[in-house]
């Protein structure tokens, strides 16, 4: 922790009392304010992605799958020579 965090620390009611003022004068219907608890950072970030991604419109369109032609042999595996994909999530 630094000085300035220490300060921070003593201003905390009114921080959040310049943040209530700030929601309430600026969030609105057209652009609404989304707050998420970053206190777990990762969780935090899922959660802000989860959101996102409800809020993201159904643009599925009904096609039927494509049917492909059986190769003929095993699949390959991939291979990513010098830089490696990330992690999957879970």
Do not use: C
Not at 25 to 49: C, E
Not at 52 to 79: A, C, K, N, Q, V
Request: charged share 30%.
């Amino acid at each position: 922790m630094s000085p300035i965090d220490e300060a921070a620390r003593q201003r905390y009611a009114d921080y959040t009392e310049a943040r209530q003022a700030m929601l309430a004068a600026t969030d609105t219907k057209h652009a609404p304010w989304t707050l998420v608890d970053f206190n777990d950072q990762k969780r935090g970030r899922l959660t802000l992605i989860r959101d996102l991604l409800y809020r993201l419109p159904d643009t599925r369109i009904d096609e039927p799958l494509p049917t492909l032609t059986p190769l003929g042999h095993e699949s390959f595996e991939e291979e990513f020579g010098g830089k490696k994909p990330i992690k999957p999530f879970g």
